[in-house]
């Protein structure tokens, strides 16, 4: 009996199609990929989305580029730059994971409008110096995706938004298990940082409804807003932190403390009912 290559490959179905190749396997796989790339050296796509997890990309026509504006990968990141057409910089949306420390200063990374990271488990630097980095980066919208700071780690980011004048519009969105434990850390960071209780002007629809807001004053123009709100399937719920213009806020002091006021009152109620 003859061996042969043959190579499977689905159509838009359950069924799964062969075709018998009499061709070495590095002559064939180039050979589909030019195929399915209709033989095409540039290709435009919205969203370019890749995962690959320490393997090479091999067999891709030769001078292969893909121009989109959001870029989706894991693993290697710097190889899949390569298959970036040099046009789509800077990107709308950068969505990775980091591993290394000094990725957090690549220009691809730097100058994307949103970027969205995970920590990248690695032997060489630890998650401490992966959140010491990420609070400073300075894109206008950056998300913390499927790792969580912990409390001390939250008050450094408070810290460093705090003490740093940022564009109008700047936010920080960093991902939480519990929207009680996220009240907690947003009492602290009142606390530690002079902020006071506030409503928004304009309601965020993603606001978590039993969330608290804080504002703390940074400049005569600018004001740091923190609240929650509700997240995706992998992260349930988002701290949010975003710099607006003075004014965004009303201050709502009188009616949380008035709020604990009658559930101290309350309280005291239900135990003199009980004593009696």
Not at 110 to 119: D, P
Not at 122 to 131: A, H, P, T
Not at 245 to 261: D, L, Q
Request: proline fraction near 5%; glycine fraction near 6%.
């Amino acid at each position: 009996m003859s061996e042969y290559l043959e190579i499977r490959f689905g159509a838009g179905s359950d069924t799964a199609h062969r075709r018998r190749l009499d061709m070495k396997p590095h002559v064939a796989a180039k050979k589909l990929a030019c195929d399915l790339l209709g033989r095409r050296k540039k290709i435009r796509a919205k969203t370019f989305e890749l995962y690959i997890y320490g393997d090479p990309i091999l067999r891709l026509p030769v001078g292969f580029k893909v121009k989109t504006s959001a870029l989706c990968v894991s693993g290697n990141f710097e190889s899949i730059l390569g298959l970036v057409d040099p046009s789509s910089f800077p990107l709308q949306e950068l969505k990775t994971t980091v591993s290394r420390p000094e990725l957090l200063e690549h220009p691809a990374v730097k100058s994307a409008k949103v970027l969205k990271v995970t920590y990248g488990m690695s032997d060489e630097y630890s998650s401490v110096e992966f959140f010491e980095g990420l609070r400073n980066v300075k894109n206008k919208t950056v998300y913390q995706i499927e790792c969580q700071m912990n409390g001390e780690q939250i008050m450094e980011l408070f810290g460093a938004w705090t003490n740093s004048q940022r564009d109008i519009g700047t936010m920080f969105i960093s991902s939480f298990f519990s929207s009680f434990w996220m009240n907690q850390r947003l009492d602290e960071a009142k606390r530690r940082f002079n902020g006071k209780y506030v409503r928004l002007n304009e309601p965020d629809e993603k606001m978590i409804p039993e969330t608290k807001c804080i504002s703390f004053p940074i400049s005569p123009n600018s004001e740091l807003v923190a609240y929650g709100i509700c997240g995706a399937d992998e992260d349930p719920y988002y701290l949010k932190l975003e710099m607006m213009p003075r004014g965004s806020t009303t201050s709502s002091e009188w009616s949380v403390s008035m709020s604990g006021v009658l559930n101290s009152l309350g309280a005291a109620l239900n135990l003199y009912n009980l004593i009696i």
